[in-house]
């Protein structure tokens, strides 16, 4: 049988690579890193035209799957790793046919949490991963996805102002249903729960993880973290109609927890005295789509919420809240934002994301502020934080692959 | 230990007219290996969910047991999904990665170490259980990954498709070790497949389903020699069933040529024709001119006998099952020393003990 390509964007590079041998034994040249691990697939990342790929050998049928599922979370505006293709119809040299390969792009900037494990922790990391797993997976079952092998493994990292975005990289498991009963919710949640109590338990046997921090309390936090966002978002609250302005707080609290409301349905009882409402369409991205469309900047929700922090303090010191926010918007972006971005040297940029690395310098202003007793200008703060911060850092932006006893490994 | 009762378990998808499982009954006894087989939409997946409590139940109810557990959320039923989440721990011993979700739900050390222990010694994995993952082969890590589930003990194991992502060769050898696993163990479980030979060699019984509906449930023998209608005699068996429909005349049915003796009682109700089911095994060739006449399309020879593929000549005569776009051909296992070529004609009718009839309408069994 013939090699085979779907892709949704043909890459001619792509038939250099040596479809023939099994993935297992790629010649290093090919490689953006060493594998290292155990996992249920072979997975490799590849370099191609510039880019990273991963590339993981599966049985054709289960990686078409996978590859129609990848692009229907993307349609729905989920965040999952991007798909790339699926070659199949390889052949060995000796006539052998090799399982089919599912290729998706590498997702910039993100970390497994080995490699966040492995840098040495900032306190309270750990919690602020599951965190961030836990608004994904409200997210994806607000959606319907039941994703049935939710862990640490299956998601990437963002850094998000602070804190982390999560990722879905691996929907193998997953299926798109209607709606989720509460028994299925109730099954990734529970499988969520020992998956990563698993996953911190195997860090400790590595040494890499506290022995003081409690691995089965950690991953409890799922369970806690994920119930009250799922409350916030999708319960149903009443009130005398004499408190109507408990409308506008439900929509203030969830614009907080980062999610539009699209839809609210409001009901009152037969005499009117009492209202009812619940939130029926939630979307996700409250603060990045603002951002989004007032400068065209695409970022996380938390640098989306720094930086628009940043724009009203922008505008409130120029003195101008009776502009066209638009406009205001557009100075920022081109007198604060990007000439701030841009003092960073080339062979540092691979560090941290642009919007990552504002917020960075926004709080060493404030350390160097609180230090020196008085105002710092951004200017300076950029300055001094490129010099004697900045280089310490690690590159992150393509991370792949890491092992728990190695350092991350960097592809070029 | 316990026993698994669908009583009249129903379930209507939001939106749905029909139902995706229509008032399933089935009695699993203890420690009983049921499987559920069907084509995909026949709600065996569906029924296996409700079970687990992640599919709810629209109308009658499930037990486990003496207990109704119909409501009850999934981790409250003490049944286990079996291998949907292979992973295991590269830093961690083999025995922590068997019980590791033992100390996640409470159980002391003393009790963890016993049934880890107890597990590795009917998974061969006793002189490993120090050892790192990485010192283990293939199948013993996957016996590693089973053992995560023995461990808890629960009173029932589902499986979903356990083996539909490995490769044919594995797939055997997995089949046969779950199977004879689940003998020593003991524990009550249901386990869904769309593969027929998956359920024929592995369950104590079968349950077939078709469109939501149940249309079986017998041990894999009782299955094969007495399907209870035309699709389960069309589903289970591996060539297929041939089936046939032809004229009902006096004192039987019109078979090519021949009138096979039919008891009248039989075919009371039945209309003008009836579908006659015959296994390629018990098709036996005649002389000529006597049976139905098939003309060898290929002939698939195997030593000791060979299975004949073909065409009814007359092309009025249509076999039914299979799928709509291709034609079904006629099967007849024959001697290995007496193979026809590829284009000759054969006679054909079936052994009279072993033939099958049905009602062309319903499709239901007339023949006993």
């Known amino acids: 049988m013939a090699l085979q390509i779907t ?396 092992d728990t006893v190695e350092m991350p490994v960097i592809a070029d | 230990m316990a026993t698994v009762k669908y009583d009249e378990s129903t379930r209507i998808y939001p939106g749905n007219d029909t139902p995706s499982v229509d008032r399933l009954n089935i009695d699993i006894k203890d420690g009983e290996f049921l499987v559920l087989v069907g084509p995909s939409g026949s709600g065996k997946s569906t029924a296996l969910r409700m079970l687990a409590g992640l599919e709810e139940v629209n109308g009658g109810k499930i037990w486990i047991g003496d207990r109704d557990v119909t409501n009850l959320s999934p981790k409250d039923r003490d049944v286990a999904m079996v291998f949907q989440n292979y992973a295991l721990y590269p830093h961690m011993s083999v025995a922590d990665n068997m019980g590791f979700a033992l100390k996640i739900a409470g159980v002391d050390k003393g009790e963890i170490r016993k049934r880890v222990e107890e597990a590795a010694k009917i998974l061969d994995l006793e002189p490993y259980l120090e050892r790192k993952p990485k010192a283990l082969s293939g199948g013993q890590r996957q016996r590693v990954a089973m053992g995560r589930a023995i461990v808890r003990s629960p009173q029932v194991f589902l499986m979903d498709e356990p083996l539909s992502n490995l490769d044919a060769k594995l797939r055997v050898q997995t089949r046969t070790q779950i199977a004879s696993l689940q003998r020593r163990l003991g524990v009550t479980t249901v386990y869904v497949t769309h593969d ?47 089936l046939v429909s032809v004229p009902v005349t006096d004192g039987g049915v019109k078979f090519g040529a021949h009138t096979l003796q039919v008891p009248r009682e039989s075919l009371e109700g039945a209309g003008k024709n009836v579908i006659v089911g015959v296994r390629p095994e018990d098709v036996e060739v005649t002389g000529q001119g006597e049976g139905l006449e098939i003309t060898v399309d290929v002939v698939e020879e195997l030593g000791a006998d060979a299975y004949v593929y073909g065409t009814p000549t007359d092309e009025n005569i249509k076999l039914e099952g299979g799928d709509d776009a291709l034609a079904k051909p006629f099967i007849a296992r024959v001697d290995g020393r007496r193979v026809p070529m590829k284009g000759d004609k054969i006679w054909v009718q079936p052994h009279t003990d072993h033939m099958h009839v049905f009602n062309a309408e319903s499709g239901a069994r007339l023949s006993h």
């Open chain 1, 7 to 402: 892709t949704a964007r043909p890459d001619p590079a792509l038939l250099d690579l040596p479809w023939s041998t099994p993935l297992e034994d790629w010649p290093e040249e090919h490689l953006a890193a060493l594998p290292r691990g155990i996992s249920r697939h072979i997975v490799r990342f590849v370099k191609l035209s510039g880019r990273v790929i991963a590339v993981k050998e599966i049985k054709e049928d289960i990686a078409r799957r996978e590859y129609a599922m990848l692009r229907n979370l993307r349609r729905l505006d989920q965040p999952s790793v991007e798909p790339f293709g699926v070659v199949s119809g390889r052949v060995a040299a000796d006539g052998t046919p090799l399982d089919a390969c599912l290729l998706t792009r590498h997702l910039k900037f993100s970390l497994p949490y080995r490699a966040l494990f492995s840098q040495g922790l900032r306190p309270g990391t750990e919690t602020r991963l599951i965190d961030a797993l836990a608004v994904l997976l409200v997210r994806l079952h607000l959606t319907g996805f039941w994703w049935g092998d939710v862990s640490l493994s299956n998601t990437l990292f963002r850094r998000d102002a602070g804190s982390f975005a999560a990722w879905l990289v691996d929907a193998e498991t997953g299926e798109l249903l209607p709606a989720l009963s509460d028994g299925q919710r109730a099954h990734d949640l529970d499988i969520a729960r020992v998956n990563i109590a698993g996953e911190l338990m195997d860090l400790q046997a590595g040494e890499l993880l506290d022995e003081a921090i409690d691995p089965v309390v950690i991953s409890n936090r799922i369970v806690t973290r994920y119930e009250e966002l799922w409350r916030e978002l999708t319960a149903m609250e009443e009130f005398d109609t004499g408190e109507r302005w408990r409308v506008e707080e439900r929509i203030r609290r969830l614009n907080s927890v980062g999610f539009d409301v699209d839809e609210l349905a409001i009901s009152t009882d037969i005499d009117g005295t009492r209202i009812s409402i619940q939130p029926k369409v939630v979307d996700a991205g409250h603060h990045s789509r603002r951002l989004l469309r007032l400068t065209g900047l695409d970022v996380g929700e938390g640098q989306a919420r720094r930086l628009l922090n940043d724009l009203d303090s922008y505008r409130a010191a120029s003195d101008r809240q009776n502009d066209d926010e638009e406009l205001v918007a557009h100075d920022w972006l081109t007198r604060i934002y990007e000439p701030l971005t841009r003092r960073v040297p080339r062979e540092l940029s691979g560090k941290l994301e642009p919007a990552e690395l504002f917020h960075e310098v926004l709080e060493h202003r404030w350390y160097m502020a609180e230090r020196a007793q008085h105002d710092i200008p951004i200017e300076d703060a950029i300055e001094d934080y490129v010099a004697s911060i900045l280089p310490s850092k690690p590159d992150e932006v393509s991370v792949v692959g890491v």
């Open chain 2, 196 to 242: 027929q030979v998956e359920a024929m060699t592995m369950g104590d019984r079968i349950a077939v389903l078709k469109d939501g509906i149940l249309q079986q449930v017998a041990t894999p023998r009782e299955m094969y020699d007495n399907p209870a209608n035309v699709f389960v005699a069309g589903f289970i068996g591996s060539p297929a069933m041939n």
